[in-house]
């Protein structure tokens, strides 16, 4: 398996509280994604980064930044985090055998009190 | 909206073929096939892609249709463990601005003793 962690795995918080997420990755891979995945919906993609700083936004980006200021490192930002952002996070990479063959870290439960 | 449309789940014995359909009327000459499949809570896991010819990995087989209209994703000796949701995805290898892969609701796949 590819070498993603998130952390945290579970995080509970209230409206209006910054939330941040971290997506590491030992792989050495230039793209980096995050998810959502909702019960309706398939996954949709939030932000994505192809490289150091390099970072573009996805289907559903509203309420949400990212940053990467290392290749390992991914972060996703709720600024003030809102009931409609409890969902389930996943970080993704893709590199060497093309961006479209993406391995998904275990996500993260997060829930908006 | 999602470029494929799939069953919403089929059953299949423990130990035969489980073949999962999907249809891509509107794939365009540059476009792969990609399969993905997610087991509950997990992140998703890439099995395998194609352009026009069948294509067999350690995993699965696909077959996609002269036309390329269509494709079956096939699960040669389908165990328990095969049991989750797959999506079949459309999507160019050409990274642009408006990429990201579109991931429909997907089958679900129950393989039963």
């Known amino acids: 398996d590819a070498g993603i962690t998130q952390s945290p795995r579970h995080k509970v918080t209230e409206t209006g509280t910054p939330v941040t997420l971290r997506c590491h990755q030992t792989?050495?891979?230039?793209?980096m994604y995050w998810y959502r995945q909702d019960p309706g919906h398939g996954l949709r993609l939030i932000h994505y980064?192809?490289?150091?700083?390099?970072?573009d936004k996805g289907e559903v980006s509203d309420g949400y930044s990212v940053s990467r200021s290392k290749t390992e490192d991914f972060l996703l930002t709720l600024e003030s985090a809102t009931s409609s952002q409890t969902s389930v996070y996943f970080c993704?990479?893709?590199?060497?055998?093309?961006?479209?063959?993406?391995?998904f870290g275990p996500g993260t439960r997060l829930t908006v009190l | 909206d999602a470029k494929t449309t799939q069953p919403t789940s089929m059953d299949c014995a423990e130990g035969r073929a489980a073949n999962l359909p999907c249809n891509h009327s509107t794939i365009s000459g540059n476009e792969y096939v990609y399969w993905y499949r997610q087991i509950h809570s997990q992140g998703p896991q890439y099995i395998i892609h194609g352009l026009k010819n069948n294509e067999t990995n350690e995993m699965a087989s696909l077959i996609i249709t002269e036309d390329r209209k269509s494709s079956t994703l096939i699960l040669p000796h389908a165990t328990l463990r095969d049991t989750a949701v797959y999506y079949c995805i459309v999507t160019s290898r050409i990274m642009d601005s408006n990429y990201q892969l579109i991931w429909g609701a997907g089958t679900k796949l129950i393989i039963k003793p």
């Open positions: 792989e050495n891979h230039r793209y």
């Open positions: 980064s192809y490289g150091v700083k390099d970072t």
């Open positions: 993704a990479i893709s590199g060497t055998r093309g961006y479209n063959e993406q391995f």
